[in-house]
């Protein structure tokens, strides 16, 4: 039995890597989990949680599905990227997937450009578009402590980077507003991985599962993921 762990990112909630989910539980017979992180999910509450309880949560959920299914792969997107790092230099994880990882974060001016190209853009009732609320609401649903943790969070796993050997693809939007394009190019000189794979999608924001290219990153992450399963069929070893 295959698994398959999707961790979202920081103050979001299942729903940014629900697309990805749903085409893998389609195309194949794999069990998918998709965990809300603690203070997480549609309603934030960030205050007074610590980042080890965002990596308790989601090794929590790595050993479940673990214990269950043989080969278990990760998809972590933005902050779930680098919890996502945490788990496969710590436990047999037999293939990482990393979206918009975000080792480097926010890229003000090209966040600045988004939210100016959407009011530029004339929608009626602009303020009313879901990018908008969503910016506006993190933006007032989210404490400075909880900030500072999960800087706290990239600090702490930086510089396990070199000590990951799972086959790795690295996914990176390369109109993102929030995590620039150096974070995967640092990604990927970083990772231990001798398997490793850097995918740019030209149209896609910081929520490629989102995207106007998600359908080129489904294909992608399908045929990376099948593929590892024959790699690691012929080499056991990778698991230890």
């Known amino acids: ?24 539980r389609e195309r194949t ?12 999910g549609s309603e934030l509450r960030l205050k007074g949680i ?23 792969y990760v998809i972590g997107f933005s902050m779930g990227g680098v919890i996502a790092v945490y788990l ?6 037999a293939k990482l997937v990393l979206l918009s990882a975000a080792f480097y974060y926010v ?12 009011f530029a853009n004339g929608w009626k009732g602009a303020r009313e578009h879901p990018l908008f609320l969503r910016y506006r609401n993190k933006m007032m649903a989210t404490p400075f402590s909880a900030v500072r943790e999960f800087c706290k969070l990239v600090r702490d796993v930086r510089p396990r980077l070199p000590r990951v050997a799972a086959p790795v693809l690295i996914v990176q939007g390369e109109k993102d507003g929030i995590v620039p394009l ?22 896609s924001y910081h929520h490629v ?8 990153l489904f294909a992608e992450v399908e ?16 698991m230890v």
């Open 1 to 24: 039995m295959i698994g398959c762990l999707c961790i979202h990112g920081f103050t979001g909630s299942p729903e940014e890597v629900a697309p990805l989910a749903d085409y893998l």
């Open 29 to 40: 017979d794999w069990m998918i989990e998709t965990p809300t992180l603690p203070g997480h």
């Open 50 to 72: 610590a980042y080890d309880q965002w990596i308790a949560a989601a090794e929590q959920a790595f050993l479940a599905l673990h214990r269950r299914c043989s080969v278990v």
């Open 88 to 93: 496969a230099e710590k436990y047999p994880v």
């Open 107 to 118: 890229n003000p001016r090209q966040l600045w450009r988004d939210i100016r190209e959407m």
């Open 182 to 203: 150096k974070s995967a190019y640092y990604l990927y000189e970083r990772i231990g991985s001798s398997e490793k794979k850097l995918l740019f999608l030209p149209n």
């Open 209 to 216: 599962c989102h995207s106007t290219d998600r359908h080129v």
């Open 223 to 238: 045929t990376f993921l099948r593929a590892a399963h024959a790699h690691h069929c012929k080499s056991p070893h990778n």
